[in-house]
């Protein structure tokens, strides 16, 4: 019997010593950091999740569609502007983009581009 009092008096005393898990703080600026970014990493990464999962390229039927040929130093921008003839050529360079399936405004020469047919320079 003095054995197990004599064990539950050493567990008690290691029990009183061991110290609370404390922290400094400067762990405590690194813990949180470190938090935040894993939590701005899971954000972006579902971000472009739905993203991804949203884009949907509708290219319609080109039957029909006038066509340019992209040449050396063309942008769709110059394109737009040439097609609109004055008016503005935003929505005409948004066209082109949904027409040919562009996610961005990079062309490469000798690729060809419809056009909507409805813009003034084909009047």
Same mark, same amino acid.
């Given at each position: ?22 922290? +400094? $703080? ?5 813990? !949180?950091? %470190? =938090?935040?970014?894993?939590?701005? &990493?899971?954000? #972006?990464?579902? +971000? $472009? ?5 949203? !884009?949907? %390229? =509708?290219?319609?039927?080109?039957? &029909?569609?006038? #066509?340019?040929?992209? $040449? ?52």
């Amino acid at each position: 019997m003095a054995r197990w009092r004599e064990r539950r008096a050493l567990a008690r005393v290691r029990r009183r010593s061991a110290p609370p898990l404390r922290l +400094t $703080r400067r762990g405590r600026v690194v813990l !949180v950091a %470190v =938090v935040a970014l894993l939590s701005l &990493g899971g954000f #972006w990464l579902g +971000t $472009r999740a739905v993203g991804q999962a949203a !884009v949907q %390229v =509708v290219v319609t039927s080109h039957v &029909g569609l006038p #066509w340019v040929e992209v $040449r050396e130093g063309d942008t769709l921008w110059a394109i737009g502007e040439a097609l609109s003839q004055g008016d503005d050529p935003g929505p005409v360079v948004e066209e082109i983009k949904r027409l040919n399936g562009l996610s961005g405004s990079l062309i490469r020469p000798g690729t060809r581009l419809y056009v909507p047919s409805d813009t003034a320079a084909l009047r």
